[in-house]
């Protein structure tokens, strides 16, 4: 018997074991290696980058949240942070059978929809611990849900607005470095996403958001001028939460006072000046996103003004003077009824004119109701703000964003929205031109202009002379010019290699949106003016922010620029925007 060493010796035998020679592939020809190098055990072999290399983008809005991977077009998740969002683990109440139509308490109109948005410009009374919560809460679950990713250090770039108070930002970068502890962090400014995403380098981006229309003006990806006016998507959403339940009022009083005479009319009432509603933001906000549309420019002029007394395609106007607040019009048979679920119960309908969706937009947007004296800077109408934001740029950098403006946020998909604005702003054009002095005189200084030039045409008409001007050169002689052959030919060389661009019209531009500029910038590896480090940030917070100033000092003490950066970073980081 052999010995457990002896076992372990021995070799076994070509017949038993015959050789693989012939199996082994040709090292000259093309194969597949015999070991594959695995980042982790549960990683997949065809993986070859690291997991610190990969880059996240988060886009944190006043009512969303949208994440995901960069070098993609659009965000994996959207995360909102209304009160269904933020209920309890297992309250699963608004799946009962009755949940709908469960009486409401009114909200008040200065606060209704507060409770659906993350933070407000105003930070008076503003709970920060919330915020952090809640900006904790949906990050991790896109994290989890949506993203699949474990908890490892990952480079974040986070897309915030440019204007924002410094204490939201500090809560917004300490829930993110404490809570998920990436190596640092990127800001980007929407207004030049969108205008990377458009495939720009300058333009005009007019941003409709929740609470606020912030139109700022790029050039060569720079935010050369901002205006902003608080006639956003609150305001609209909010003028159709009062068209419906002055509709719904009314449809209550027809079922409960049926006339039997003229059983066509409809009986509605309207509060001048509401202050309490029964319509939840749910519900005005369904309506608003699939039925709200806005009037042609040569529509709108046809329709009723504060003046006139009636629109003849569809519900008359309210006319505040009658005693019992009520009004009464016959549906017109060329303004069809769209039947939409009733505020107060989901079981019953009410029929609004399609013509009357359109009003909203008007009055939230446009301020058709308002006189222009009426109106205070912070509540323009959308094209009088954008009118007055090209007419504030150099004229060379008005002529390139007015041929490229930019659309963008959710009120921008509303039909009809962008032509309308397109069109009133060069009706404002064609009428003012781009004289900055407003008002009677100037209006009499180009009536009197105008008349002159009609009167020197007239003139001219009837003697049959043609006024020429006057020469440059000596005694009404033309001074004969040297042509350069050189310059001619280079003109023509850089002529062949430029592209024409299209400057001093006004057209608008498609845009992808902010969060899908900033994922193309982070896959180019494109640092922005604001890359914060962890352990500089956790530090010493906001204050170890430096201006950019010091740079600029430091260059103009003699130092190069290399070494100016230099100087900066060990100094601290940048707020750029933010500052």
Not at 110 to 138: F, P
Not at 165 to 183: G, I
Not at 474 to 485: A, H, I
Not at 502 to 525: C, D, F, H, K, P
Request: aromatic share 6%.
């Amino acid at each position: 018997m052999a010995t457990v060493a002896g076992y372990f010796d021995r070799k076994p035998s070509s017949s038993v074991r015959p050789g693989i020679a012939h199996l082994q592939p040709d090292p000259t020809s093309p194969h597949t290696p015999q070991q594959r190098t695995v980042s982790s055990a549960f990683s997949s072999p065809s993986i070859s980058y690291r997991a610190e290399e990969e880059a996240l983008i988060f886009e944190i809005g006043t009512r969303h949240l949208s994440a995901g991977f960069t070098g993609e077009s659009y965000p994996r998740c959207k995360l909102g942070f209304g009160p269904e969002e933020s209920g309890r683990v297992g309250d699963y109440r608004r799946w009962l059978p009755e949940y709908d139509e469960r009486p409401r308490r009114k909200q008040p109109v200065e606060t209704w929809g507060n409770d659906y948005e993350l933070w407000q410009m105003d930070m008076r009374g503003s709970d920060l611990g919330i915020i952090e919560d809640k900006i904790e809460r949906a990050v991790r679950e896109a994290f989890t849900k949506y993203l699949l990713l474990d908890p490892k250090p990952r480079r974040l770039t986070v897309i915030l607005p440019s204007i924002m108070p410094h204490q939201l930002l500090s809560t917004v970068l300490n829930t993110l470095f404490n809570n998920f502890q990436p190596p640092n962090i990127n800001l980007l400014s929407p207004p030049i996403l969108s205008t990377v995403a458009a495939g720009c380098r300058s333009g005009l981006v007019v941003d409709i958001g929740w609470r606020e229309t912030i139109i700022t003006s790029v050039y060569d990806y720079r935010e050369v001028h901002q205006f902003r006016t608080t006639r956003a998507m609150r305001m609209l959403t909010l003028e159709m939460a009062k068209l419906l339940e002055r509709y719904d009022k009314g449809t209550r009083k027809e079922e409960s006072m049926a006339t039997a005479e003229n059983p066509s009319v409809v009986q509605t009432t309207e509060d001048a000046s509401p202050t309490s509603l029964n319509v939840s933001l749910d519900q005005a906000e369904e309506v608003t996103i699939r039925m709200a549309w806005c009037n042609s420019r040569t529509n709108a002029s046809g329709t009723s003004t504060p003046e006139n007394t009636s629109d003849k395609r569809g519900l008359e106007p309210i006319n505040e003077e009658q005693p019992n607040g009520t009004i009464s019009a016959t549906h017109s048979t060329q303004d069809p009824l769209v039947s939409l679920p009733s505020p107060s119960s989901p079981r019953h309908s009410i029929s609004i004119p399609f013509s009357q969706l359109a009003q909203p937009v008007e009055a939230a947007l446009l301020a058709t109701s308002k006189r222009r004296h009426e109106l205070d800077d912070h509540e323009q109408p959308l094209h009088t703000l954008i009118y007055k934001s090209l007419l504030s740029l150099p004229p060379d950098v008005r002529s390139v964003c007015m041929s490229r403006i930019i659309f963008t946020g959710g009120g921008s998909n509303i039909p009809g929205l962008k032509a309308r604005l397109l069109s009133d702003v060069s009706a404002m054009v064609q009428e003012r031109g781009w004289d900055v002095v407003e008002g009677k005189a100037a209006d009499e200084r180009r009536r009197r202009l105008k008349e002159i030039s009609s009167n020197r045409r007239q003139a001219t008409s009837t003697t049959g002379e043609v006024l020429k001007e006057p020469s440059a050169g000596k005694l009404g002689s033309s001074m004969p010019q040297d042509t350069n052959f050189i310059d001619e030919k280079l003109q023509r060389e850089h002529e062949k290699e430029s592209k024409p661009t299209v400057s001093g019209i006004i057209r608008s531009v498609e845009t992808l949106g902010a969060w899908a500029g900033g994922s193309l910038l982070a896959n180019l590896r494109i640092k922005g003016v604001v890359e914060i480090e962890k352990d500089s940030f956790l530090q010493h917070g906001l204050a170890g922010a430096r201006k950019e100033v010091e740079t600029n000092i430091a260059q103009q003490k003699g130092y190069g620029a290399g070494m100016a950066r230099g100087m900066a970073a060990e100094r601290g980081w940048t707020l750029g925007a933010w500052a």
